[in-house]
């Protein structure tokens, strides 16, 4: 079945830097745009970051344009979320999606505290 490991999460300080990577599994990783999705505490969860399933074409949301990078490893079938110059109301837990697959992961916490 498909199933998403999400993983590199952790307790940063604000301006630091952290990579998340999501292995998927279960379908053929390469045919699919991935997204990336995050859900804070009392929030809904949204669209952080989107790739094409080439690794052309990406999207951000406003909040973190210029500061998060999406990339892809299709021969590892592995998404990545390079998150730079974090911020404490990036705080939530992180989810990695196939586009057109209604599975989640079980997300990876992220914390921007001093």
């Known amino acids: 079945q498909v199933q998403f490991v999400e993983s590199g999460g952790g307790l940063v300080q604000p301006g630091g830097s952290l990579r998340l990577s999501c292995a998927a599994s279960g379908f053929t990783f390469s045919n699919y745009a991935m997204s990336w999705y995050r859900q804070a505490p009392g929030k809904e969860r949204e669209l952080v970051a989107r790739?094409?399933?080439?690794?052309?074409?990406?999207y951000y949301a406003d909040s973190v344009k210029g500061r998060f990078t999406i990339s892809r490893e299709n021969t590892k079938n592995t998404l990545y979320l390079q998150m730079n110059s974090l911020k404490p109301e990036d705080t939530a837990v992180y989810y990695c999606?196939?586009?057109?697959?209604?599975?989640w992961g079980q997300g990876t916490q992220v914390t921007v505290s001093s």
């Open positions: 999606k196939a586009v057109g697959f209604g599975s």
């Open positions: 790739i094409n399933f080439v690794g052309g074409g990406t």
